[in-house]
């Protein structure tokens, strides 16, 4: 497989990094109304069951703290 010219390879990495800088703004506004999402449930009243396992793509800190967030609301977690 031949190469393309450089030209065209910084063009596409060009245009790669402005969209990935455009378009970043409204994923991290995204996640944010995510994890909002799931801390505004407590209000249910509804325990919740949190399994993880070392395979999990999720760092492990980054699940204790949602947990502890969720506890820190009021929510009952196993």
Not at 12 to 18: E, I
Not at 48 to 76: H, T
């Amino acid at each position: 497989m031949s190469r393309p010219p450089l030209i065209v390879s910084w063009i596409a990495n060009g245009l790669s990094s402005s969209l990935d800088t455009f378009f970043l703004g409204r994923f991290e506004s995204k996640r944010a109304e995510y994890w909002q999402t799931l801390y505004s449930t407590v209000s249910m009243g509804a325990p919740y069951v949190i399994f993880c396992s070392e395979d999990d793509p999720a760092p492990i800190q980054i699940i204790c703290n949602f947990v502890q967030r969720l506890k820190d609301l009021g929510a009952d977690v196993k």
